[in-house]
């Protein structure tokens, strides 16, 4: 079936430092790979996302790249701010299906 | 322009209550989705509808159902409340279900069952 596995957290760094947050899929066919972030006490709100192999999701300086040979969607921003802190889901929609397969989530803190 | 919009925000029921939670949107988006959000497992698929008047069944449909009487809304019940449908409760909708849609997620609904 399809699943979604991501780093347990939380992952703890200090403003400005390079965040990583690893994210690993099994699917069957070729999925569409999102990224969505919660701020404390509000919904989901979709961050990134990539349709096909080898495209790069970008916005508010976040990026990740779909890389269908290691079954990889990870999450990288080169300089965090005391504002990123949220939990960052991973997740992937199959073609065909209508349904979006969620990981556990990450929580990183980023302090001053 | 509200988006995704839930009702209530909060609510504590007894063992054996029923009550039902509200989404509604405004985005004439056609699919709808429950989900419910519990510590270390993510969002789990509750019962989605893929359009007005129809509904199927998620990952976890047990305890709950749904209704799809209008576009706009999508409603979730539950009918007999237990302790282990204490959870925080998100509504969701998109314009179709195909590969790259977004999901508009709405603020949730915190249920504790006493």
């Known amino acids: 079936g399809n699943s979604v596995t991501q780093m347990e957290g939380p992952v703890t760094l200090s403003e400005e430092a390079f965040l990583t947050i690893n994210c690993t899929y099994t699917a069957t066919g070729y999925p569409s790979l999102f990224w969505y972030v919660q701020y404390p006490g509000e919904g989901l709100q979709l961050l990134l996302k990539a349709t096909k192999a080898d495209d790069k999701g970008s916005n508010k300086g976040f990026e990740a790249t779909y890389r269908k040979e290691t079954t990889s969607f990870h999450l990288e921003k080169g300089s965090v701010q005391v504002s990123d802190s949220a939990v960052y889901f991973c997740a992937l929609l199959n073609t065909g299906f209508q349904k979006l397969v969620f990981g556990t989530g990450t929580r990183l803190l980023v302090s001053p | 322009n509200a988006g995704v919009t839930q009702t209530p925000k909060f609510r504590v029921l007894k063992t054996g209550q029923s009550m039902t939670l509200l989404c509604a949107q405004d985005?004439?988006?056609?699919?709808m989705y429950w989900y419910r959000q519990d510590p270390g497992m993510g969002l789990r698929l509750i019962h989605y509808?893929?359009?007005?008047?129809?509904?199927a069944k998620g990952e976890v449909p047990d305890g709950y159902n749904v209704s799809r009487l209008k576009k706009q809304n999508f409603l979730l019940g539950l009918e007999s409340a237990a302790p282990s449908q204490t959870s925080v409760y998100f509504c969701?909708?998109?314009?179709?279900?195909?590969?790259?849609?977004?999901?508009?997620f709405g603020p949730g609904t915190r249920l504790t069952v006493l």
């Open positions: 969701a909708s998109s314009a179709t279900g195909a590969g790259g849609n977004e999901q508009f």
């Open positions: 985005m004439n988006h056609e699919y």
């Open positions: 509808s893929v359009g007005e008047g129809t509904t």
